[in-house]
């Protein structure tokens, strides 16, 4: 199994940043997707943000511009770079891998964008 541990949320301002990381229990190298998800209260969860193993990337039409996601496989773990934040992506984030086709979450971090 995959354990997955998300840190980096908190409070910010409209317009504010935050990085969110995601920190596998093994080596990422080898596993080909990730991302991020987010739900908000009385909503489903939301692709945020996925980076496979080439690099490539995709992004949900609302943060596209505003968040970017990239990888350091040598330290396992997964950004998600927060920018121009807005009281919509007020969420809890979970971190997930796609690995033997099994999908693995983590236990997710809370976003609070408010002034």
């Known amino acids: 199994q995959v354990q997955l541990v998300e840190s980096g949320g908190g409070l910010a301002q409209p317009g504010g940043s935050l990085r969110l990381s995601c920190v596998a229990s093994e080596s990422i190298s080898s596993i080909y997707v990730m991302g991020w998800y987010r739900q908000a209260p009385g909503n489903e969860r939301e692709l945020v943000a996925v980076?496979?193993?080439?690099?490539?990337?995709n992004y949900g039409d609302s943060v596209k511009g505003r968040l970017t996601i990239s990888k350091d496989n040598a330290k396992n773990t997964v950004y998600l770079q927060m920018n121009s934040l807005k009281p919509e992506d007020t969420a809890v984030y979970y971190c997930y891998v796609v690995k033997n086709n099994r999908v693995y979450w983590g236990q997710g971090t809370q976003v609070t964008v408010s002034s």
């Open positions: 980076i496979r193993g080439g690099g490539s990337t």
